[in-house]
């Protein structure tokens, strides 16, 4: 969720794809870059990645996004956005890159995950990655956050939780190892 709100605090209102791509050419933050790394779908080797989201994720998402810039608690703190805007976001940012990457939603996150130590809606966020993908099918999951908390809580389940940056410097690691195999001619 956070690395949506970084996009969005970067790119300003309203997100368009066509700022988005233009802020990457230029000088993109480690959000920016981790979700560009998502957006085609397939991974440097040729494996699949799928994005997906809860109700959740969305509703908190547009939240923080129309909140006001000043509160008194900062909890209650966001973007300033219009609501319609913010909304936008998730329709645009987050539903285009589901669809880029045939992801999904998980819909209703009746039971947070990991709570113990991390909050309900970190909880929450965690339930949707172990939650996402197709019955049917194994899945490396990742869970992309900057909070800290987040990043150094011991959690339960297979699922590695990455710092942005972490998650591009892997995700770079991977195409300079599958260049050289074909460089190779495996």
Same mark, same amino acid.
């Given at each position: ?9 970067? !790119? ?17 933050? @480690?959000?920016? !870059?981790?979700?560009?790394? !998502?957006? %085609?779908?397939?991974?440097? @080797?040729?494996? %699949? ?5 809860? @109700? ?9 996004? %129309? ?72 899945? @490396? ?20 939780? !990455? ?24």
């Amino acid at each position: 969720m956070n690395i949506y709100l970084d996009i969005a605090r970067e !790119l300003g209102e309203p997100f368009t794809w066509e700022k988005f791509e233009a802020t990457l050419a230029a000088d993109p933050g @480690d959000s920016l !870059l981790a979700i560009a790394a !998502l957006r %085609s779908g397939v991974m440097p @080797d040729g494996c %699949s990645v799928e994005v997906w989201t809860s @109700d959740h994720i969305d509703y908190l998402v547009a939240l923080k996004a %129309s909140q006001p810039t000043r509160a008194q608690d900062e909890r209650n703190r966001g973007l300033g956005w219009s609501s319609e805007n913010a909304q936008a976001l998730v329709d645009e940012l987050v539903g285009d890159l589901i669809f880029c990457t045939n992801g999904g939603s998980i819909g209703d996150v009746p039971i947070s995950y990991g709570t113990p130590p991390l909050d309900h809606e970190d909880g929450c966020v965690y339930a949707t990655v172990r939650d996402g993908g197709h019955e049917a099918v194994y899945y @490396d999951r990742y869970c992309l956050t900057r909070d800290g908390h987040f990043l150094r809580a011991n959690l339960p389940g297979l699922i590695d939780v !990455l710092h942005p940056r972490d998650w591009v410097l892997r995700h770079r690691a991977l195409a300079r190892a599958t260049a050289f195999k074909r460089m190779l001619g495996h």
